[in-house]
DNA sequence: AGCTACTCCTGGTAGC
DNA sequence: TGCTACCAGGAGTAGC
């Protein structure tokens, strides 16, 4: 599922074929793709707009689409973005298509259909609160330290709150927490300053490295928007390798669950809160 | 505050 | 081979 470095990826790939561009026409496919407003709302809404900017926060994308007036997109699960040449045939699974004046097109392609493209004034009217982003001057360590001796919570559910921090998803909280050693269920506020430190450094550094190699492509779902996978996948170190050995120790890695979330991790490397291995 | 349960979706896969 | 049942999960919401 895409998280940040996904999103980031794509946000990077599809921009300098969509600056300086102008929306001329929208395409929808799925109505609930664009949110509440009708489909003919947002085609009369969108047209003529000129994309200014795109940028991402979290998960999102926004594309500035002249005063007052932007799209907020989120990929959830299966979405994906691309810009297609004039002429070339419309993807499979398109739900929304916007023609750009150079005869391009923009598609909002999504198999699940839990992504969104919304057309606001603000981004702040799509946007819930949201954390800060863990790769701005902003997220620095004194910063965490603090923010986790505040939080009673597990540090799965914990790291997977927007509103705590933006842009993790399950993949990189299960890779982050490995690599600082630290157990899914252990609380925020139990943490020593050095284990929060390392939490820290380890979100920065495995974030760096997977939005360098663009991204992670587990499934047949995530691709870049140029068509290709993603390359991070191949350094996970608990994600998806259930009963594989890990790379630091040899123990098997085990999944369990929580918070309904599939939860990966080295039962010898990450100690349970209770300082025993988890059973 | 923070937990669980539920909802939205459908391709892939396990099991028969 | 062909069918059914179930799983994956980000995030919003409801209820406790």
Same mark, same amino acid.
């Given at each position: ?33 664009? #949110?509440?407003? =009708? ?9 003529? =707009? ?9 998960? *999102? ?29 419309? =993807? ?21 259909? &839990?992504?969104? !493209? ?8 799509? &946007? ?15 910063? &965490? ?26 993949? *990189? ?17 139990? !943490? ?6 390392? !939490? ?26 140029? #068509? ?43 100690? =349970? ?7």
């Amino acid at each position: 599922m895409p998280e940040l470095p996904e999103v980031e990826t794509v946000a990077r790939l599809i921009r300098p074929r969509l600056l300086g561009r102008r929306i001329v026409d929208a395409r929808i496919d799925w109505p609930r793709t664009v #949110g509440t407003m =009708s489909p003919a709302s947002f085609r009369k809404r969108i047209a003529g =707009s000129p994309i200014d900017r795109v940028w991402r926060r979290g998960k *999102y994308i926004v594309f500035d689409l002249g005063p007052r007036r932007c799209l907020v997109g989120h990929l959830r699960m299966t979405g994906r973005m691309q810009v297609r040449e004039p002429g070339s045939e419309p =993807s499979p699974y398109v739900k929304v298509s916007l023609a750009l004046d150079d005869g391009s097109v923009f598609e909002f392609i999504d198999v699940r259909k &839990f992504g969104r !493209l919304i057309l606001a004034e603000e981004p702040d009217e799509v &946007f819930p609160k949201l954390g800060p982003e863990p790769l701005s001057d902003e997220f620095t360590a004194a910063w &965490f330290r603090a923010a986790l001796k505040r939080r009673s919570r597990a540090l799965k559910p914990l790291l997977l709150d927007q509103s705590f921090l933006a842009g993790l998803g399950n993949i *990189y909280v299960d890779e982050a927490l490995h690599a600082a050693r630290l157990h899914p269920l252990r609380h925020a506020d139990r !943490l020593t300053g050095k284990a929060a430190d390392a !939490l820290h450094a380890a979100i920065r550094a495995i974030l760096e490295e997977a939005i360098e190699r663009e991204g992670s492509s587990f499934d047949t779902f995530y691709r870049t928007p140029e #068509g290709q996978p993603g390359d991070y996948q191949h350094q996970f170190q608990v994600y998806g390798r259930t009963g594989k050995p890990c790379r630091r120790c040899e123990a098997p890695i085990r999944r369990l669950v929580v918070g309904q979330r599939g939860t990966h991790i080295c039962a010898r490397c990450q100690r =349970s809160p209770r300082g025993r291995p988890s059973p």
